[in-house]
């Protein structure tokens, strides 16, 4: 499960954003000014860190610098509150990856953070290994033993979304954001369909199973 800095001096912003990551499956940590969120962004274990531009005591582009000098490969999100190219300029130069600017909407905050993620995992590692299966992103393939599959993208994706947290119940909202997007518009029921096809391909694998959680969603379990 990905962790997630929010730092804003905005209450209720702070709030709506937990809220709604939080529904995505993230886990969430908060920081209501600079001093704050340098602590928690140099201090705590996070995936990521989402700093507003204005706060008391530091400003983003201050938070950023002094995160980035302990954290080389850590996702920074600039949320400003101006278009302005010179706000833009210095958070890039802060060390800031992208910049997102308010008001905005909570779609769009999830595509520029999954486009992030994908970034750092591109750099770092493409293979993920989880029971006795090995998932490559480069190549979207599946190996089994001696056995590899090449899996359609859309299937790849779902697997690879469950097997990065196993155990950890996803919803088909969740799913259906994370891998087809916000605006998709097709029906639910397409989560379904490509779990099915993934049962089928691991039916003879003994270390990992997707399960069904009833009106809850689907988990990867991880026997053994």
Known sequence: ??????????????????????????????????????????QKPID???????????????VTKAIRTQKKEL??????????????????????????????????????MQALFRRYQGDTQTKLTVGDLILDSNNYSLTKGDQELFLPRKEFEVLESLAQHPNQIFNRDQLLTNIWGADYEGSDRTVDVHIKRLRDHLADDQTVRIVTVRGLGYRLEVQG
């Open 1 to 42: 499960m990905r962790t997630i800095l929010i730092a804003d001096d905005n209450a209720d912003l702070r709030l709506l954003v937990k809220r709604q990551l939080s529904e995505q499956g993230y886990t969430i940590l908060t920081a209501n000014d600079g001093a704050q969120a340098v602590q928690v962004g140099t």
């Open 48 to 62: 990521m860190a989402i700093l507003d531009v204005m706060m008391p005591k530091k400003d983003g582009f201050a």
């Open 75 to 112: 996702p920074i999100l600039i949320l400003t509150a101006k278009s302005d190219i010179f706000d833009k300029q210095q958070g890039y130069e802060a060390g800031a990856d992208d910049y997102l600017t308010k008001p905005f909407d909570i779609r769009e905050l999830l595509f520029k």
